[in-house]
């Protein structure tokens, strides 16, 4: 199975800043990682596929990149409603596996 | 609109099963498959397995020999059963819409949830 380790597992915040969470394979999985955001309560959300492809309607302060084994999500300005819960998974094989998670606080 | 609803919270006692339905609308249901996912409290996430429309099933193998995931295509809606219960299996369980051919992980809408849980 492709292990997906996520840094840090939570962070503390202020409105307006920039955020970057980070997101390694055990082994490359190329560009087959998407990152999903979870409110409290809520079913996830599709944030982006393919490491960089942000989906449509999500904001574009939302950005990808990587490939390989080390990819990263950033917010650039965050807003009031970002903070959630951060997941990365990877789609190149089965089982599919998700990162621990990364719960973003407001500081 | 594309919706995916699931049936409601279960308590289970351990050893016993649990069936979780997902009614898909919005969308022509025969033109994808369905993953299920799940989430113990304070936990992250499991993917469980995929269905596609017509059957064919690919399931995570820790869980292979334990869960069964079927659809009917009259109704659009897809079930996960989970057998031989433990307290360990007491979580969220979501479906989420997923490729037709293959469980290519992408999922862009999801079920409400269902909250299962697992008490003596």
């Known amino acids: 199975d492709f292990q997906m380790t996520q840094s840090p597992s939570s962070l503390s915040a202020s409105v307006g800043d920039r955020v970057t969470i980070t997101c390694r394979a055990s082994?490359?999985?190329?560009?087959?990682l998407n990152w999903y955001q979870q409110q409290p309560g809520k079913a996830p959300k599709l944030l982006i596929s393919?490491?960089?492809s942000l989906q449509s309607g999500v904001p574009s302060r939302f950005s990808g990149s990587g490939s390989g084994r080390d990819f990263t999500l950033t917010i650039s300005g965050l807003r009031p409603e970002d903070f959630a819960t951060y997941y990365c998974?990877?789609?190149?094989?089965?089982?599919?596996?998700f990162g621990g998670g990364t719960k973003v606080e407001i500081k | 609109q594309l919706q995916l609803v699931q049936s409601g919270a279960e308590v289970k006692k351990p050893g016993a099963s649990v069936r979780v339905s997902c009614k898909a609308s919005?969308?022509?249901?025969?033109?994808?498959?369905i993953s299920w996912v799940r989430q113990a409290p304070g936990q992250g996430l499991e993917w469980m397995g995929w269905?596609?429309?017509?059957?064919?099933?690919n399931y995570a193998p820790n869980l292979r020999g334990r869960v069964t995931m079927t659809t009917d295509t009259s109704t659009g809606t897809a079930y996960m059963e989970l057998r031989s219960l433990g307290s360990d299996d007491t979580a969220v369980y979501y479906c989420?819409?997923?490729?037709?051919?293959?469980?290519?992980?992408?999922?862009?809408?999801w079920g409400q949830g269902s909250l299962v849980i697992v008490t003596s």
């Open positions: 393919g490491a960089s």
């Open positions: 919005g969308y022509p249901f025969s033109s994808y498959g």
């Open positions: 082994q490359s999985i190329r560009s087959y």
């Open positions: 269905i596609s429309a017509d059957g064919s099933t």
């Open positions: 998974q990877q789609t190149y094989s089965t089982p599919l596996t």
């Open positions: 989420a819409r997923d490729g037709l051919i293959a469980a290519v992980g992408t999922f862009d809408y």
